[in-house]
Each structure stands twice: as structure tokens, then as C-alpha cells.
């Protein structure tokens, strides 16, 4: 079974030695320029996705909207995206041994963000990478990042299916 990254962790891209790239600081924090009038009743939270370099020639990076999708709960659903808050990487040459941070400003129902998974697909050189998945939440009682969330709720979820596929055989 494919497992995603969870957040945090760096991803090396195959096709562009040396490039590499994470989703962290998954944090509930509000947006600085105040809240879109849309999120109302939401609880925001920010995500940082940065690009690293560590090749011998730099590379022209592109991360804007539309290319980090950010999915929130059980069933997945798409969070609000602060797009008027939010900082992209347009057009940004990353010289070696050099970073590039996005920031990205969104919301959606506490009770849902303690499972976000971000979907990240970066434009290298005008040429699209694959795409890249992390996983994570957000305790808010406790104001830290939850990346055990995901696995456990997983293994629970995975429990709990087989332990009702073992009723049904026996019945």
C-alpha cells in the first residue's frame, strides 16, 4: 500500500538531481493581512512547502496557486484557500545549496483538521514534476503539529475494518 510523506519529511525529485522539497509547519495560526470574510466560522491554519537545491545548477522553480491542493477530514474535502494571504513561488531561480519557501494560508472545520493531507505538484524548469502528497493535522487543544494522527487513524481505521469482516464471517 502507498503511504504518504508525512509532514515534515523531504522528498527527492528523480528527475532533477539534487531538487528536493517538503510540506512542515502544519500550525493553526491566523492570516496576517485578517480573515477573508468567505472562511467565516473556520479555524485557519498555515502550511509552509519549501524547495531546496542541493544540485550544481540552479533551477528556475514555480509553485503557485492551483498547484498545492489541500484536503482536510475523513472523507477529504477540500479546505478554503486564502489565496490574498498566501505567498507562492513565481518564477523563482533556486541557485544551489539555496531554499525557497511558499506559504500557504487556509481553513476549514476544526473538527476536520486534525487529518490534512497536501498535495503538492511543482513546475521545474517549465517542466511539471510528479506530484507529492503529505499527510498531517493539527491538535488545537495542544497547538502542535499531530503526525502521528494520520498513521494511527489509519491502523485504527484498518482495525476496525478487519474486526467487521471477521463479524460478518462468522455470522
Known sequence: MYEPNVVGDWQEYDEHAGLRIRVHRLEAAEPPRGRDDAAEGLTYFRVRVTVENRGARHLGIHLEDGQIDVRIGPDGESAFIDWRNSQFIEGFDVY???RATALLYAAGPEESLSQVDVQVQLRVDEEWADR???AGGIGLQEGAVGTGVVREGLACQVSNFLRDQ??????
Request: charged share 35%; no cysteine.
Open 96 to 98: 544551489p545549496l539555496r
Open 166 to 171: 471477521a463479524e460478518e464471517g462468522t455470522a
Open 132 to 134: 507529492r502528497l503529505w
